[in-house]
C-alpha cells in the first residue's frame, strides 16, 4: 500500500495481481489493474515525491513505474531474480532504491528528458553482485 503525496488516495496491490487505486474520502474505487499473477505478483509500491509516477515492485524481481492515472507502463526494469522487498524514491525524485530479498539494494537514477511521462529513461548506479 502506498499513499499519493498529495492527494487523498492509495494505492493497493495483492499478490493475486490486482493494483487498485482508491479516492480515499470518497471511498470509490479510481483504476484498477490486473497483472498476469503467475509472472507478475506486486509486492511493494512507492509514488515518487510529486505523485507523477508510480513503482510497483513484484516477486520476480521486476520493476515497474506506472501513470498513476492511467496504471499504464511507463518503463519497466529486471533489477534481479529475487522478490523486490521494498521502493524508495530520493526526496527529488531523481533516484529509486530498489531493495531485494537477496539483501541487495540498487539506486536507479531517472532522468526525465522533457515534461511527458513516455520521456523517462533509468541506469543503475551498480548492478548487483
Request: glycine letters at 6%; charged letters at 25%; one cysteine or more.
Given at each position: 500500500?502506498?499513499?499519493?503525496?498529495?492527494?487523498?488516495?492509495?494505492?493497493?496491490?495483492?499478490?493475486?495481481?490486482?493494483?487498485?487505486?482508491?479516492?480515499?474520502?470518497?471511498?470509490?474505487?479510481?483504476?484498477?489493474?490486473?497483472?498476469?499473477?503467475?509472472?507478475?505478483?506486486?509486492?511493494?509500491?512507492?509514488?515518487?515525491?510529486?505523485?507523477?509516477?508510480?513503482a510497483?515492485g513484484?516477486?520476480?524481481?521486476?520493476?515497474?513505474?506506472?501513470?498513476?492515472?492511467?496504471?499504464?507502463?511507463?518503463?519497466?526494469?529486471?533489477?534481479?531474480?529475487?522478490?523486490?522487498?521494498?521502493?524508495?524514491?530520493?526526496?527529488?525524485?531523481?533516484?529509486?532504491?530498489?531493495?531485494?530479498?537477496?539483501?541487495?539494494?540498487?539506486?536507479?537514477?531517472?532522468?526525465?528528458?522533457?515534461g511527458?511521462?513516455?520521456?523517462?529513461?533509468?541506469?543503475a548506479?551498480?548492478?548487483?553482485?
Amino acid at each position: 500500500m502506498a499513499a499519493h503525496p498529495a492527494r487523498l488516495e492509495i494505492a493497493v496491490a495483492s499478490y493475486s495481481g490486482a493494483l487498485q487505486i482508491w479516492d480515499v474520502d470518497a471511498k470509490v474505487l479510481l483504476n484498477g489493474r490486473d497483472f498476469d499473477a503467475s509472472r507478475l505478483r506486486p509486492r511493494c509500491l512507492a509514488y515518487d515525491p510529486n505523485g507523477n509516477y508510480l513503482a510497483v515492485g513484484f516477486t520476480s524481481g521486476t520493476v515497474k513505474l506506472l501513470d498513476p492515472s492511467t496504471l499504464e507502463d511507463i518503463a519497466t526494469f529486471k533489477t534481479c531474480k529475487d522478490p523486490i522487498l521494498d521502493l524508495c524514491f530520493s526526496g527529488e525524485g531523481d533516484y529509486l532504491a530498489v531493495a531485494d530479498a537477496d539483501h541487495h539494494v540498487v539506486l536507479w537514477q531517472l532522468e526525465y528528458r522533457g515534461g511527458d511521462a513516455d520521456e523517462l529513461s533509468a541506469s543503475a548506479a551498480e548492478e548487483p553482485p
